[in-house]
């Protein structure tokens, strides 16, 4: 299994509306065979933490997220959507505990 930590920066104020419209897109990594293991609102520095995981090597969650990326489902789910994301931190992670 390939588990992803992704953090976000928020617009400040904005931390609500990301967290509503958040299991929108959850919903259809769900489709495509992510699974969100955990999310979090990090109010007090304006970030959105989440982690997502995906069957196999880091190749095939790359496979995946292409797929995911390109898909009619995720414009959809973006369609109107305004993101309150400034900056985007990805990077893969090993549990150690």
Do not use: C
């Not at 065979?33 to 959105?48: L, P, R, W």
Request: charged share 25%.
């Amino acid at each position: 299994m390939t588990v992803q930590l992704r953090r976000y920066e928020v617009e400040v104020g904005e931390m609500g509306r990301l967290v509503d419209w958040f299991p929108t897109i959850a919903a259809v990594r769900d489709q495509y065979g992510f699974t969100i293991e955990g999310a979090y609102a990090d109010n007090e520095n304006s970030e959105f933490v989440w982690i997502v995981s995906y069957p196999g090597n880091i190749e095939a969650f790359e496979a995946a997220l292409a797929l995911y990326n390109d898909s009619p489902e995720r414009a959809e789910a973006f369609d109107g959507f305004d993101s309150p994301v400034t900056k985007m931190h990805l990077s893969y992670v090993e549990k150690t505990l």
